[in-house]
């Protein structure tokens, strides 16, 4: 399974951006998509998650901090998921990646040891 995520940039506060993620390779029933980010000097923090409709449901889940301002989705005859993000703020600078789950096996989507598959990310930097 390969992840190439693509999306990012250099966006003044209060600006959007809209993250893709193509996923490509071995096809799997089950599924999770996650996405993360990694500010500099930070660990790698859990943003958003997208379950398939043969797990759980289609399901999204969000970390607290991602509420309100993020959305993800995903277009399965694209094999793309993405991450919308409004009113950007100097704080959601860093590398963003987009991570799988597949097949599933256990639930810690906001873990991200959980995932076996990984992008190579892609930076977002929001000036003030």
């Known amino acids: 399974v390969q992840l190439v995520e693509s999306g990012g940039g250099l966006v003044q506060a209060g600006g959007s951006l809209r993250l893709s993620c193509v996923v490509s390779?071995?096809?799997?029933?089950?599924?999770?998509t996650g996405w993360f980010r990694q500010a500099p000097g930070k660990e790698r923090e859990f943003v958003a998650a997208v379950t398939t409709f043969n797990w759980r449901g289609a399901g999204t889940y969000y970390a607290d901090s991602a509420k309100g301002r993020f959305t993800i989705s995903r277009d399965d005859a694209k094999n793309t998921v993405y991450l919308q993000i409004n009113d950007l703020k100097p704080e959601d600078t860093g590398v963003y990646y987009c991570a799988r789950k597949a097949p599933v096996s256990g639930w810690d989507y906001s873990s991200s040891s959980w995932y076996n598959y990984w992008g190579q990310g892609t930076q977002v930097t929001v000036s003030s």
């Open positions: 390779g071995r096809t799997f029933s089950t599924y999770v």
